[in-house]
C-alpha cells in the first residue's frame, strides 16, 4: 500500500431536521456573530433561511445576512462579503446553500482572517499561504460539490475569466449540517449536474498510476455503483429520502480525499472543465461530463487495464480484450451521462460549436500558455488540451 495522511476534521450532523442543532452547535464555539451566505431565493422560498435565523435570535446570537451567491461563485462577491463580515465583527461564516454558496463562505472565512491581503490577487494566486481562517460551517441545500467537507474552493476571476481552485486544510467546515430532505426542492438538472459532480470527484481520484492500494479502489468503486444505482429514483422521485440521502452522504465521502487514500488528484478534467465555466458560465457538474469521455478516450492507453477494470465493475462488461473493454466502459459512462440529460459535447453544453480560436484561449487559460501540464495520469500538454476541446466541439 502506498502511504498516505488524511485528515477530515468537519463534523457532520446527518439527517432529518439536522439544521435546527445549527444554532445550538454554532454557539458552543464561542461565536458572537454569524456572517449567514446564501445564493438564490431558494432558500427564502422555503423558509429555511428564515427558520435558521430565528434559531440564531433563540440562540442568544447577532447575525449578518448577504445574499445572491450565483453558480461560479465569483471573486466580487467575496470582496463584499469580506467588507461586511469586517464590518459587523462576525467571528463565525455559516452558508447555507449548495457547493457555489460553501466555497464562497470558505472564502469569505479566509479573507476575513487574512485582511491585509487581497482574497485573488495575493491568497488565490498563491503569492500569500494564509495560516488562519474564520471558524465556518454549512447547511448543505444540495448534494454535489462536496464542498462541505473539503479542503477546496473555487472561485471566478470575473474581470479576467479565469476559474481558479485553493486547496488548504483551512478550508475544511467546522460542521455541516446536512437533511436530505432540503435537497427535495431542487430542479432536476442541478440534481443531475450534482451527480455528474460526485463521479467526477471519485473519477478524478481513481485514475492513477499507483493502483496498488487495493482499500482505495473497493471505497471509490463502491461509491461509484451507489450513485449511479440511486440516481435514478433521486432524479425520478421528488422526496425519496432514500435515494437522496445516499447521493447526499457519497457527495461528502468524494470529495474529502477518502477515495482517493494513497494517490494523488489527478482533476484534469476539473481543469478542463473549468475553462467552459469561466468562459461561458455553465454549470460545473455539466462542463465535467462535457469533458469526461474526451478526457478518457484521449488517455486511456495510459493504462488501459485500469479502464478495463472500471467497466467490468460499473457495467459488467466482461471482455477478453482489454482495449475494448476500456472503449465500451467509456462509451457506457457517456450513455449514462446522457440518460440523467448530461451533455457530452459543446452543442449539447449549449455553447455551440467554437471557433479555432476559442479554443487555443481554453487551452491558454488551462495551461497557462502551455507554461505548465495539467494533471497526472496523463499530464496535459496545451496542444493536448487544444486537441480535447477539439473532439468535444460538435
Given amino acids: ?30 461565536t458572537d456573530k454569524v456572517l449567514l451566505v446564501y445564493g438564490g431565493g431558494s432558500v427564502k422560498k422555503t423558509g429555511l433561511l428564515n427558520a435558521v435565523c430565528t ?6 446570537l447577532e447575525y449578518a445576512v448577504i445574499g445572491g451567491v ?50 485573488w490577487d495575493d491568497i488565490w494566486q498563491n503569492k500569500v499561504k494564509p495560516v488562519k481562517t474564520t471558524p465556518m460551517g ?20 470575473e474581470a479576467t475569466g479565469q476559474k481558479r481552485g485553493l486547496g488548504t486544510v ?74 437522496r440521502s445516499e447521493i447526499m452522504y457519497c457527495g461528502s465521502l468524494s470529495h474529502c480525499n477518502l477515495t482517493g487514500l494513497g494517490r494523488r488528484k489527478d482533476f484534469s478534467v476539473h481543469k478542463l472543465g473549468h475553462e467552459l465555466s469561466g468562459k461561458f458560465d455553465v454549470a460545473h457538474g455539466a462542463s465535467l461530463t462535457t469533458m ?47 440518460s440523467i440529460g448530461l451533455p457530452v459535447n459543446f452543442t449539447e453544453l449549449g455553447i455551440g460549436v467554437q471557433s479555432n480560436e476559442i479554443l487555443e484561449y481554453l487551452a491558454d487559460m488551462c495551461t497557462d500558455y502551455g507554461k505548465k501540464t495539467v494533471g497526472n495520469f496523463k499530464p496535459i500538454t496545451r496542444q493536448d488540451a487544444i486537441n480535447m476541446y477539439k473532439m468535444a466541439n460538435h
Fill in 170 to 243: 483551512l478550508n475544511r467546515p467546522k460542521v455541516a449540517f446536512m437533511n436530505p430532505e432540503l435537497t427535495y426542492s431542487a430542479p432536476r438538472f442541478q440534481i443531475a449536474c450534482g451527480i455528474g459532480d460526485i463521479l467526477m470527484h471519485t473519477l478524478e481520484r481513481y485514475f492513477d498510476k499507483n493502483s496498488d492500494n487495493c482499500m482505495t479502489d473497493f471505497i471509490a468503486e463502491g461509491l461509484l455503483k451507489n450513485v449511479i444505482h440511486f440516481s435514478k429514483d433521486a432524479l425520478a422521485k421528488d422526496h425519496d429520502y432514500l435515494s
Fill in 55 to 60: 434559531d440564531l435570535k433563540e440562540q442568544g
Fill in 1 to 30: 500500500m502506498n502511504s498516505f495522511e488524511y485528515c477530515c476534521s468537519t463534523e457532520i450532523i446527518f439527517g432529518k431536521d439536522a439544521e435546527k442543532k445549527a444554532g445550538s452547535k454554532i454557539k458552543s464555539y464561542g
Fill in 292 to 338: 469526461w469521455a474526451v478526457w478518457a478516450r484521449y488517455s486511456y492507453k495510459t493504462d488501459v487495464k485500469r479502464f478495463a477494470r472500471l467497466a467490468k465493475v460499473l457495467w459488467d462488461i466482461n471482455e477478453s480484450d482489454e482495449v475494448k473493454a476500456a472503449l465500451g466502459g467509456i462509451d457506457k459512462m457517456e450513455a449514462y451521462f446522457h
Fill in 138 to 157: 454549512c447547511i448543505l441545500t444540495l448534494a454535489a460539490a462536496g464542498s462541505e467537507t473539503s479542503d477546496s474552493a473555487v472561485l471566478t476571476n
Fill in 70 to 119: 450565483k453558480p461560479n461563485p465569483v471573486v466580487s462577491f467575496v470582496r463584499d462579503g469580506i467588507k461586511l463580515a469586517q464590518r459587523e465583527k462576525v467571528n463565525f461564516v455559516l452558508a447555507v446553500g449548495g457547493g457555489s454558496v460553501i466555497d464562497t463562505a470558505k472564502a469569505i472565512a479566509i479573507g476575513l482572517a487574512n485582511n491585509s491581503y487581497d482574497i
